[in-house]
Nanobody, 121 residues
Framework: QVQLQESGGGSVQAGGSLRLSCTAS?????MAWFRQVPGKEREGVAV????????YADSVKGRFTLSSAAERNLVVILEMHSLKPEDTAMYYC?????????????????WGQGTQVTVSA
């Protein structure tokens, strides 16, 4: 069973920055971050594919950056800048052994426990 360990998150004022880290116990082709607020579906934020391709939700383009910080995608970092109150959510790291569309949360096999991000106005 692949383990995903998240770190980072916390509380920040609007306009601030946070950094989320996800460490995987085994190589996965696709690494992604999702977020969820109570009463809403989990939504894809950003995805990193082996080889370096990254894609972002329209709501975070230009503000968030996802990158690999270790060989074989074992550590991925989500840098979040110019944070807005609407970015407040529980953020989850997710992984899949093959290519997966990050608009489909159910396609991801492995999930972390989640880390809370709160942005105050």
């Amino acid at each position: 069973q692949v383990q995903l360990q998240e770190s980072g998150g916390g509380s920040v004022q609007a306009g601030g920055s946070l950094r989320l880290s996800c460490t995987a116990s085994e190589y996965q082709y696709t690494m992604a971050w999702f977020r969820q607020v109570p009463g809403k579906e989990r939504e894809g934020v950003a995805v990193f594919y082996t080889g370096g391709r990254t894609y972002y939700a329209d709501s975070v383009k230009g503000r968030f950056t996802l990158s690999s910080a270790a060989e074989r995608n074992l550590v991925v970092i989500l840098e979040m800048h110019s944070l807005k109150p609407e970015d407040t959510a529980m953020y989850y790291c997710a992984a899949a052994p093959g290519w997966e569309d990050f608009s489909r949360a159910r396609s991801f096999r492995y999930w972390g426990q989640g880390t809370q991000v709160t942005v105050s106005a």
